[in-house]
């Protein structure tokens, strides 16, 4: 089953790749490998998932913003490698940063978010590395931001 099969299995639909907002680029490929600029959490109506896990958002809240991040990715890699995920090898790492309250240490369940879903899409090719990092402020106060990087064929 391809990727964008898999994708229509699961009732995903995945979000428009954004532009980046600064003096970077959304994504970079190097060789083989293609390094996705962290994704922030965005809902499914374009609005920027906001607050602090552990006061403002509960684990499971954070885990939901985790995957629209991850939503983000994806629609990243499918744009870089022109609408063909076959592209794709495999993810070898995603780094999370979760904004949270210094007493809440459930990062890696939230980051989880991202995870799940990278692996339901990819499968064993989903399989990857990952650091999850708390942080006291993101970018437009948002919760969560997951970069990623990608082998390709």
Do not use: W
């Not at 552990?54 to 684990?59: A, P």
């Amino acid at each position: 089953m391809s990727y964008d099969d898999k994708i229509k299995e699961l009732n995903i639909i995945l979000p428009e790749a954004k532009a980046p907002v600064g003096n970077y680029v959304a994504t970079k490929t190097s060789g083989k490998m293609l390094f996705i600029s962290g994704q922030i959490s965005i809902d499914e109506n374009g609005q920027l998932i906001k607050g602090k896990v552990g006061k403002d958002l509960d684990t499971e809240a954070g885990y939901n913003a985790a995957k629209r991040c991850a939503l983000s990715i994806v629609s990243q890699v499918k744009k870089s490698c022109a609408d063909d995920l076959s592209k794709v090898k495999s993810c070898v790492k995603l780094t999370g940063f979760v904004n949270s309250t210094e007493d809440f240490t459930d990062q890696p369940k939230v980051i989880n978010g991202a995870s799940d879903l990278i692996a339901s899409i990819f499968g064993e090719a989903g399989m990857h590395t990952r650091a999850a990092v708390s942080t006291n402020s993101l970018p437009l106060g948002v919760s969560v931001e997951v970069d990623a990087i990608f082998e390709l064929k």
